[in-house]
């Protein structure tokens, strides 16, 4: 198993252009999350999918869209990137959020966002 | 508002010595508790998960304590060692549909 995979690495943009990180797992979870994580902010839950054609917003949803067309991948939109974006972001997966263990998050490698 | 803290930022001791890293939690009736260790420019990987009903969950030299009452978690790694130096993250599942995470103490152990 690849386990959680993230594409690109890093990347810089320009403010105002758009792009989309790729999330993948091959563990056949349901539910699939993204953060974004600042120094001295931890890891802020941006949105979260508790499976295909299911997406809900996290605390801070504003400037990024998601969708979850199949149960392995959940890519993030950046609809028109601003210096405040700038910022580690992870993906992550669990069999669910129900308890007995299942929910254990297994996170990906991260993309380092830089927006000038 | 619902709120999960970490009450240090950064801990330094020494080798051979028990860390203890805490979190406290308000406005939340978890039923579970779970903490993460992260190492610079990479994700958080899983360690331990404690239940509302068990006060006390080890594994190796790791122990982890759940007090519902004062709603708090203690995290502690004995016989710590310069390769335990990281950042450690405890998480609450919000309503069951969100992991939410503290800010992380980052611990420091020097040889």
């Known amino acids: 198993n690849a386990g959680v995979t993230q594409t690109p690495k890093f990347q810089v943009l320009k403010t105002g252009q758009s792009m989309t990180l790729q999330c993948a797992q091959d563990m056949n979870h349901e539910y699939m999350s993204w953060y974004r994580q600042d120094p001295g902010m931890g890891l802020r839950l941006i949105h979260y999918?508790?499976?295909?054609?299911?997406?809900d917003q996290g605390e801070v949803p504003n400037g990024y869209n998601v969708s979850r067309s199949t149960t392995e991948d959940f890519p993030l939109r950046l609809l028109s990137a601003a210096p405040s974006q700038t910022s580690v972001y992870f993906c992550a997966s669990s069999y669910n959020l129900n308890g007995g263990g299942k929910d254990t998050q297994y996170f990906g490698p991260g993309t380092r966002l830089t927006v000038l | 508002s619902q709120k999960i803290e970490q009450n240090s930022e950064a801990l330094n001791i020494q080798e051979g010595k028990t860390a203890t890293l805490t979190c406290n939690y308000t406005n939340y009736s978890p039923a579970y508790l779970q903490w993460y260790r992260q190492d610079p420019g990479r994700g958080p990987v899983f360690l331990l998960l404690?239940?509302?009903?068990?006060k006390e969950k080890r594994k190796e030299r790791l122990k982890v304590t759940f007090d519902t009452t004062l709603k708090q978690s203690l995290f502690h790694i004995t016989a710590s060692q310069p390769a335990d130096s990281a950042t450690y993250l405890c998480?609450?599942?919000?309503?069951?549909?969100?992991?939410?995470f503290g800010k992380g103490t980052t611990l420091s152990v020097s040889s």
């Open positions: 404690i239940r509302e009903n068990e």
């Open positions: 999918s508790v499976g295909a054609g299911i997406t």
């Open positions: 998480a609450l599942v919000q309503a069951g549909t969100a992991l939410i």
